[in-house]
């Protein structure tokens, strides 16, 4: 298995929603990521997880909330989301940190 | 913080021709580079990296790069383009010893291929 898989593809939510989008990988790749990527612009990291332990937080705000309950699931709890955060939401995962990344296709979330 | 530079936003060829694609970073240290690409409607895929070694990388489809550690750049070559190579193409730079793994992309350039 070399995918990183990720559910669901598409989601809508209201701004006062609760919702959380999965990735999983089955590679033993022990980095996780969560990228945010809008339309014609390159991703941008949010979170980093190594070793199932959150390594890396790049400022992103308290709505979002990252879990990896175990190493091969990375998940990303939303609440409260606002009309701006509607993304292409990319997983990837990696050997080790530093290592070229495998990406899921991406949850193409919408905040209405 | 490193950054990463791609200088063509846009490229436009016709099938055969030969493919250029610029990436510079800053960063001062030891860094691994990578290219990914994003096909129309796919997820991102790693085309080819560097870590250590030969300077001249091969990656999948016919695809090459080359560091070139004094002018910090790493761009991406292809002799032939086909029809299939149109997509979006990052540059993406890791920076060691900082930010445990975190890779900071190019803004892309978008390879359009006239058939």
């Known amino acids: 298995d070399t995918e990183v898989t990720q559910t669901p593809k598409h989601l809508v939510m209201g701004m006062t929603n609760k919702k959380s989008l999965k990735c999983e990988q089955h590679m033993g790749h022990r980095a996780m990521y969560w990228y945010k990527q809008k339309a014609k612009k390159p991703p941008e990291l949010m979170f980093v997880y190594s070793y199932e332990k959150l390594s890396i937080n790049e400022s992103v705000p308290s709505r979002f909330s990252p879990e990896c309950p175990n190493s091969s699931l990375l998940n990303l709890h939303l609440h409260a989301l606002q009309p701006e955060d509607s993304a292409l939401y990319l997983c990837?995962?990696?050997?080790?940190?530093?290592?070229?990344?495998?990406f899921g296709s991406g949850t193409r979330l919408t905040v209405v | 913080a490193q950054s990463v530079s791609q200088h063509n936003h846009h490229v436009i060829l016709s099938e055969a021709a030969s493919l250029e694609l610029g990436c510079n970073y800053s960063y001062g240290g030891t860094v691994n580079l990578f290219w990914y690409v994003q096909y129309p409607g796919q997820h991102l895929q790693l085309l080819l990296k560097?870590?250590?070694?030969?300077?001249l990388v091969k990656g999948i489809k016919g695809f090459e790069a080359e560091f070139i550690k004094s002018k910090f750049s790493f761009n991406l070559r292809k002799p032939s383009v086909q029809w299939s190579d149109t997509a979006e193409y990052f540059c993406?730079?890791?920076?060691?010893?900082?930010?445990?793994?975190?890779?900071?992309f190019g803004d892309g350039t978008t390879l359009t291929v006239k058939p």
């Open positions: 990837a995962s990696s050997q080790r940190s530093g290592s070229g990344y495998t």
């Open positions: 993406a730079v890791n920076a060691i010893g900082i930010g445990a793994g975190k890779s900071t």
């Open positions: 560097y870590f250590s070694g030969d300077p």
